[in-house]
């Protein structure tokens, strides 16, 4: 079997680990204005949902969700999605939210929810192709003041 060029660059995704936490930080840091603490990723190492996309000896990105009660059901949240500034439009974040919400389904769960700064085109539009429809919003969610829109999806 050959392998093109295109499949020898694709990111691998898989689980994030403690040795990848200070890339993803500083993914973190140049995608968002108010970046989450370090201590937040450290929390979730070892969560099935928390993963990374390598390739290139790097980490290009990194999606963490989990799962929260909701009236006696559980309901998938992604918290953090981001790529690292030079590697977007490449269909990475498509990837890594593919395999957070397919790992969510298999744990059960039947619908996810995000939540999203309003002025977040480009997220906003992915999860829209992932099925996400606007549910409410949030006002000055955000430390600046900007508003949250809530999304949801339910997972077949």
Known sequence: MTTTANEADAPTIRPAENADLLAIFRIEKASFS???P???FQRYVG???FLVAAGDSKILGYVVADIVPNHGR???HVKD???HPSRRGE???RK???RALNGL???GVHSVKLEVRESNEPAISLYQEFGFHYLRTVPRYYGDGENALVMIVELD
């Open 81 to 83: 999605l981001a790529v």
């Open 38 to 40: 370090f201590s937040a």
């Open 34 to 36: 108010q970046p989450w």
């Open 47 to 49: 969560e099935p949902t």
């Open 74 to 76: 559980a309901l998938g």
């Open 91 to 93: 269909g990475i974040g």
């Open 96 to 98: 890594l939210l593919l």
């Open 105 to 107: 389904r298999a744990r």
